[in-house]
């Protein structure tokens, strides 16, 4: 069995994987034209795209330029937590507005978060005066981001 005849990861066949690909270089593709380029018909694309969909596998959506909505200053803060209230803490963090992804982890961080603010001092403000004023957050690391060097959005 050669690499192309392989079902990917999660059961998704060529095609499925080929739809993926077309609607993350532009999520406003039409379905004729991913079918005309796959080959197969529009009615096709479109069964496909609502199974993806409906499985949660895909979701379409528009993705924002931090630097040309006035938050060009990009971070990742590791938090250490009272790992008994990492939920409860958790939740607090996801509710400021300058958090855009936050996750629980294993390892030396119990939360990784990814902030957007306008510049050192809202850094500064938002560090300082909100997430260190959460009740049960010990402790934090800050990794300013200077440049991004490959993106992609899954």
Not at 64 to 89: C, I, Q, S
């Amino acid at each position: 069995m050669n690499h192309e005849d392989r079902p990917a990861p999660g059961g998704l066949d060529e095609v499925d994987l080929q739809i993926v690909a077309a609607l993350r270089e532009d999520g406003r593709t039409a379905f004729s034209e991913i079918a005309r380029n796959l080959r197969v018909s529009p009615g096709m694309i479109r069964m496909r795209y609502q199974r993806l969909v409906q499985e949660g596998i895909l979701r379409v959506t528009a993705i924002t330029n931090p630097a040309r909505t006035g938050r060009a200053l990009m971070a990742h803060v590791g938090l250490k937590v009272d790992l008994a209230r990492v939920r409860e803490v958790a939740a607090a963090v996801a509710d400021l507005p300058e958090v855009v992804y936050l996750a629980v982890l294993a390892g030396s961080h119990d939360l990784m978060a990814e902030v957007h603010c306008e510049d050192t001092q809202h850094l500064l403000a938002f560090l300082s005066e909100k997430l260190h004023a959460i009740d049960g957050v010990r402790d934090s690391e800050t990794l300013v981001i200077l440049d991004i060097v490959k993106e992609i959005y899954y």
